[in-house]
């Protein structure tokens, strides 16, 4: 069972599409910056990469219960791809948990893109069942920090492969 899949998502200025292997060329001129990806690790993928990514993305989990749900965020008037968000669906005692993150090309920050973007992802996955919401962030990423204090999420305490672990309850 795949459980929850991707589905449109509207907010004021951007929308959220379902992401496709289609939005890889998009995805790599948006966000092709190398400070995008400086607290990430690795590399901006070129096309190839960015289709590569999705595919695997599109595939999904092979663990049993768990969704990998990710979109193409773009702005409403023209459509343009400035970034995405993602949210890994899980079990959670008394109902379902989301890990999520976000990512707004260069050219578009400063605007509240990636708030705006990641409280329609959080609204959305609210109406989907999931109670708990968590986002694992670089201590340095300050901008990450302040969309995640955004969403209601605080510092945990815990740490995931060396980012800072920021929870709340939906």
């Excluded at 190839?48 to 993305?57: I, K, N, Q």
């Excluded at 379902?96 to 707004?104: F, G, I, K, P, T």
């Excluded at 893109?113 to 329609?120: D, G, P």
């Excluded at 996955?125 to 694992?136: F, P, Q």
Aim: net charge positive.
């Amino acid at each position: 069972m795949r459980g929850l899949r991707a589905e449109p998502v509207r907010a004021q200025r951007l929308r959220l599409d379902p992401l496709r292997v289609e939005d890889a060329a998009e995805l790599a001129g948006a966000l092709a910056d190398p400070k995008l990806w400086r607290f990430v690790g690795g590399a901006a993928p070129d096309e190839a990469g960015w289709r590569e990514r999705c595919a695997a993305l599109l595939e999904g989990s092979d663990e049993p219960g768990v969704s990998w749900c990710t979109w193409t965020v773009r702005e409403v008037v023209g459509g343009r791809a400035v970034g995405m968000v993602q949210a890994v669906v899980g079990p959670d005692v008394g109902g379902l948990r989301a890990v999520v993150s976000w990512m707004v090309g260069t050219a578009w920050q400063r605007r509240g893109y990636a708030v705006e973007a990641a409280r329609a992802l959080v609204g959305w996955l609210r109406g989907r069942g999931v109670r708990a919401v968590s986002a694992h962030i670089d201590a340095r990423n300050t901008a990450s920090a302040a969309v995640a204090r955004s969403l209601g999420l605080v510092r945990s305490g815990g740490d995931h492969y060396g980012e800072e672990v920021w929870t709340g309850r939906l």
